[in-house]
C-alpha cells in the first residue's frame, strides 16, 4: 500500500514538473510578447496579425495531452533507470565533467537529427493527416504551439528521451539540462517574434543555427524548413525555403523600421 502510494506521489511530482517548465517557459515568453509588451514589441512579431484566439485555446488544450503522454513515458524511464536497464550512472564525475558537457552537446546533436527525420516522416501525407494536421492548424504560432501535439506525434516527439537513456551514458541531470534546452528552442522557435540580430541567417557561422522565422515559415507554408536547433540537415537536403534568408531580412528590417518609428513617436511625446 505505501509503496503504490509512493508510486503514485512521484508519478505527479513528474507531471507537476513537466507542467511547471511548460507554463513557466510559454506563459512567461506569451505574457510578455502577447500581453505586457506586445505594442512595444509589435515590430518585431514576424506574421504582423495577432493569433486568433480559437487557435490559442487549441494549443493549449493539446499540451496539456502533451504534458501527460510525456510523463507516462518519462515516468516509464525513470523506472527503467532505477532497475538497471538504461545508461544512467552516478556520481557526476562518474566519467569526469568533460564527458559530463559532451552528453549534452551529444544529445542535442542526436535530438536535432532525430527530430528532423520524423519531422519528415510526420509530412508524410497519411501520417500528416492522422497527425501532424494538428500541430498545423497554428500557421500564426504563439509559443504555446511548442508542446501542441497528437497524441500520436507526442510519442514520437518524447521517443528521444528513451532513446537517449537507452543508448548514451548520462548523469540524471544531463536529461534535465537537455530537456529544458530543447523547450526554451522550441517556445522561442513558435514565439512568432524575431530576436536574432540583423544577417544572423546568412552569416557563415550564425546561419547554421536556426531562427524563430525559419519556423514560423514552416508552419505558414508546410513545405519547407524542417529543422529544429541547427540548420544542417535543411541545408545538406535542400529543405531551406528558397526565400528563407530574404524573408528573414525583411522580417528584420520591419523590426528596425519600427524601432525607429517608435523612439521618433517618444522623441516627439517629449
Known amino acids: 500500500m505505501f509503496s503504490s502510494l509512493a ?24 505574457l510578455f510578447f502577447y500581453v505586457w509588451r506586445n505594442k512595444r514589441y509589435w515590430y518585431a512579431k514576424i506574421q504582423q496579425r495577432y ?19 510525456f510523463g507516462v ?44 527525420w520524423t519531422h519528415r516522416l510526420m509530412h508524410w501525407k497519411p501520417l500528416f493527416k ?4 494538428t500541430h498545423h492548424l497554428s500557421t500564426n504560432p504563439t509559443p504555446f504551439a511548442a508542446y501542441a501535439f497528437h497524441p500520436i506525434e507526442a510519442l514520437v516527439e518524447v521517443g528521444i528521451i528513451p532513446l537517449i537513456a537507452f543508448t548514451i551514458p548520462h ?25 536574432f540580430p540583423k544577417g544572423f541567417a546568412s552569416h557563415k557561422i550564425f546561419k547554421w543555427h ?14 519547407c524548413n524542417y529543422g529544429l536547433y541547427f540548420n544542417f540537415w535543411d541545408r545538406l537536403m535542400k529543405t531551406n525555403h528558397p526565400h528563407y534568408e530574404e524573408s528573414f531580412d525583411a522580417v528584420i528590417e520591419t523590426r528596425e523600421q519600427g524601432k525607429i518609428n517608435r523612439l521618433a513617436e517618444e522623441v516627439a511625446l517629449k
Open 73 to 116: 513515458v518519462i515516468l516509464t524511464v525513470i523506472w527503467a533507470g532505477k532497475h538497471g536497464l538504461t545508461q544512467v550512472y552516478t556520481p557526476i564525475n562518474k566519467y569526469g565533467y568533460l564527458y559530463y558537457f559532451f552528453s549534452i552537446g551529444l544529445m542535442i546533436v542526436l535530438h536535432d537529427t532525430y527530430f528532423y
Open 171 to 195: 548523469h540524471a541531470s544531463a536529461i534535465t539540462i537537455f530537456s529544458l534546452y530543447s523547450l526554451l528552442l522550441n517556445v522561442t522557435g513558435h514565439l512568432g517574434y524575431e530576436l
Open 51 to 69: 493569433p486568433e484566439k480559437k487557435h490559442i485555446i487549441h494549443e493549449i488544450k493539446y499540451s496539456f495531452t502533451t504534458i501527460l503522454i
Open 130 to 133: 492522422l497527425a501532424h494536421k
Open 7 to 30: 508510486n503514485s506521489f512521484d508519478s505527479l511530482i513528474v507531471l507537476f514538473n513537466i507542467s511547471i517548465r511548460y507554463l513557466l517557459f510559454t506563459g512567461s515568453f506569451y
Open 210 to 223: 536556426n531562427t524563430s522565422t525559419h519556423h514560423n515559415m514552416h508552419h505558414r507554408l508546410v513545405k
